[in-house]
């Protein structure tokens, strides 16, 4: 048992470094755990720590783990959701459920220029969409593109989401300054809006609001905070540009 048990940890460990909100790993920790044949869970999960108890009719077992790392990996939580449905409809050995369980975590993230070709998309796209024109929307991806190398690097260096934030958006502030210094563009505000939605933490928000509503006051608390203190990042680094070029771009 507790084998099943150290598995099923691992599986809402990985659930939320893939992004799950906290009332969808609680949920799914009792229901795989009652499948297993644990009498009785009792489950605390915030977004930096989990704490699990399960009860036997001989004895119980507590774990706790420290989450780190926590991002956005909608495939790898998709596989992890179905696998979680499959032990509650199935009975699977432990082997079982730990090969698939490594099977997920093997797989590979898109590729580097993948990822580049949809920020572009996403940054020009948002461009138009607040009213830039063609040549302010190719611009936007060129940024688009700058940013998806910077968020890359920040991943690889292990740095603080905060401060990752805060380089990007100076980054993107940056980058459309020089670019209407060189006559590509005339005006900065367009550019600076579709690339500044790259950088939004609006999954981080609604997760916060969704645990806020199920009733994880807590950890929705804990998400709120995070999402407020990284959208001060995003000002803070488009601000600190303003002030190095004198307010001059206010």
């Known amino acids: 048992m507790r084998k099943y048990f150290n598995t099923i940890m691992d599986i809402g460990e990985q659930m939320l470094v893939c992004g799950a909100e906290v009332h969808r790993v609680e949920d799914s920790i009792e229901r795989m755990c009652s499948a297993i044949g644990f009498i009785k869970t009792d489950v605390f999960i915030i977004t930096s720590s989990m704490v699990v108890t399960v009860y036997t009719t001989e004895d119980n077992y507590t774990q706790t783990r420290r989450i780190k790392g926590i991002g956005m990996d909608i495939e790898r939580l998709h596989r992890l959701n179905a696998l979680s449905r499959k032990i509650c409809e199935q ?5 079982d459920i730990s090969s698939e369980l490594n099977n997920i975590k093997l797989l590979k993230r898109s590729p580097l220029w993948l990822e580049c070709l949809s920020y572009m998309l996403i940054s020009g796209s948002f461009t138009l969409f607040f009213g830039g024109n063609f040549i302010e929307s190719i611009a936007s991806a060129l940024i688009g593109s700058a940013i998806c190398i910077i968020n890359h690097f920040s991943e690889k260096a292990f740095l603080n989401k905060i401060f990752a934030k805060f380089i990007g958006a100076f980054a993107v ?78």
């Open 91 to 95: 009975d699977l050995s432990e082997h």
């Open 173 to 250: 502030t940056l980058g459309a300054y020089i670019l209407m210094e060189l006559g590509v563009i005339h005006i900065m505000d367009k550019v600076i809006i579709g690339n500044i939605m790259l950088l939004i933490p609006g999954v981080g928000l609604t997760n916060a609001l969704r645990d806020l509503l199920v009733g994880d006051n807590i950890a929705g608390l804990i998400r709120l905070i995070e999402a407020v203190l990284l959208a001060l990042a995003i000002a803070a680094g488009y601000f600190l540009f303003v002030f190095l070029m004198g307010g001059k771009l206010i």
